[in-house]
């Protein structure tokens, strides 16, 4: 069964610029989450999507949106790039039931601002 | 005191050795936990749930202590492949979806 899987992989962007970064679930998983990364941290939650309705919202300016499709799949948007926004986006879903918080992340896309 | 806090490390061990790593949390009401294991550049990878029994899966142990409000993460017999960084996750009570990521702990394991 494939995992989840983000694209693009690696991405460079200049300051003021927009991104949208996609993610597909592990075919079954209704929910996807989305963290930032930056090196030497562990991954900041951002969003968490379930059944296309917003469940969780971490500590992100308004910069940062997100939307969950009828598939599942899911894009995060960010608006007016900052250098800071230079980090490794990770997207992780989950199933239901009692595993529901079990998460399975993909590769990531690494985001570059410049 | 911050949410979820790990010892950054490194852990430098010889192979072979045990070693111990915790993960303490502010939240007393925090309802679940895992490990997760993250190799260089790439994604974190789910080692194992931390159940209130505690859990054993072949030479990894993780227990939780409620009282003291920590986990932890027993390695036994460590393998040059342990080499990676250990993140914690700590879930708040239910109704609330905010998993908290500890910055995690660097083990590297030598000959």
């Known amino acids: 069964d494939a995992g989840v899987t983000q694209s693009p992989t690696h991405l460079i962007k200049t300051r003021g610029q927009h991104v949208t970064l996609r993610c597909s679930p592990i075919s079954g998983h209704k929910s996807v989450s989305w963290y930032q990364q930056v090196l030497g941290q562990g991954p900041q939650f951002i969003f968490q999507y379930y059944e296309k309705e917003e469940r969780g919202r971490g500590n992100f300016p308004d910069r940062f949106s997100a939307r969950q499709f009828p598939n599942y799949s899911s894009e995060l948007n960010v608006n007016a790039l900052l250098l800071g926004d230079s980090a490794l986006y990770l997207c992780a879903s989950s199933g239901g039931g009692r595993t529901y918080n079990e998460q399975f992340f993909g590769p990531g896309t690494r985001l570059t601002v410049l | 005191r911050k949410e979820v806090e790990q010892d950054p490390g490194p852990f430098n061990v010889p192979e072979g050795a045990t070693v111990a790593f915790n993960c303490t949390y502010s939240?007393?009401?925090?309802?679940?936990f895992f490990w997760y294991r993250q190799d260089c550049r790439k994604e974190p990878k789910l080692l194992m749930s931390v159940y209130s029994s505690g859990n054993e899966d072949g030479r990894f142990t993780a227990q939780l202590n409620r009282a003291s409000q920590y986990i932890s993460l027993l390695i036994r017999d460590s393998k040059l492949s342990d080499s990676a960084t250990y993140l914690c996750?700590?879930?708040?009570?239910?109704?609330?979806?905010?998993?908290?990521f500890g910055r995690g702990t660097s083990l590297i394991v030598h000959p």
């Open positions: 996750v700590v879930n708040p009570p239910g109704g609330s979806y905010i998993p908290t």
């Open positions: 939240n007393s009401a925090s309802q679940s």
